[in-house]
């Protein structure tokens, strides 16, 4: 029932910024937390960062605390990760998430994001 559609990927090279985008549709009614995972060649995917709809907290994985900022504007329905001083071990696929306090989750389809020189 809720759409999340990510943008903003790309190739950048080592201490370069990107900003990722997602926009949700749908019935996104009482949704408990929204935020960012990733997945790199090799790896299992893992959470970078998200927030509580109800407080506002925010969380961030260790390897990018004070690098990335999560933010939102609610009147577009839209989540953002600011992504600062781009390191090649953040070279992942990275996925908008959201879900309910039932448990059940949505996800979108991802966009890549490439750290090289």
């Known amino acids: 029932q809720v759409q999340l559609v990510e943008s903003g990927g790309g190739l950048v090279q080592p201490g370069g910024s990107l900003r990722l985008s997602c926009v949700m549709s749908?019935?996104?009614?009482?949704?408990?937390?929204i935020g960012w995972f990733r997945q790199a060649p090799g790896k299992e995917r893992e959470g970078v960062s998200c927030?509580?709809?109800?407080?506002?907290?925010?969380y961030y994985s260790d390897s990018v605390k004070g690098r990335f900022t999560i933010s939102r504007d609610s009147a577009k329905f839209m989540v953002f990760l600011q992504m600062n001083n781009l390191k090649p071990e953040d070279t992942a696929v990275y996925y908008c998430h959201a879900d309910r306090k039932s448990g059940y989750e949505y996800w979108g389809q991802g966009t890549q994001v490439t750290v090289s020189s």
């Open positions: 927030f509580s709809v109800s407080d506002t907290n925010t």
């Open positions: 749908g019935f996104t009614s009482n949704l408990y937390a």
